[in-house]
């Protein structure tokens, strides 16, 4: 029994530790326009703009995929702030969005 809990305790050890490294390693730097933007969108996650969410709707916007005015519950206004703050923030490599209201 104590050899079945000992076996126990360092398996799950060896699998935090495996985890642990492995959000270290595999860590991916996300674009942090994304999340400006989803703070602008009305975050009801409805997806009335045909994505599966507000977050992935800011990724279409940013990847010129996506239509503001595909956001229904958005108004002028949003779209409005969003494009102002993406004709003052390029991405790393000083690209602009060319957004599409
Ligand atoms: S339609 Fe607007 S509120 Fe609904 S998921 Fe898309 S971006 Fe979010």
Not at 3 to 18: E, G, K, T, Y
Not at 35 to 50: A, Y
Not at 58 to 70: G, K, M, T, Y
Not at 72 to 79: I, L, S, V, W
């Amino acid at each position: 029994m104590t050899v079945v809990i000992v076996l126990s305790v360092a398996v799950s050890v060896i699998l935090a530790l495996l985890l642990s490294f492995a959000s270290v390693a595999l860590h991916v730097e996300e674009d942090p326009r994304v999340q400006d933007i989803v703070d602008m969108l009305p975050n009801q996650n409805c997806g009335l703009c045909g994505n599966p969410g507000c977050k992935a709707m800011a990724v279409s916007v940013l990847n010129e995929d996506s239509r503001l005015s595909q956001c229904k519950p958005g108004d002028q206004e949003m779209r409005e702030s969003i494009r102002d703050y993406l004709n003052e923030h390029p991405d790393a490599s000083g690209e602009y969005v060319k957004v599409k209201m």
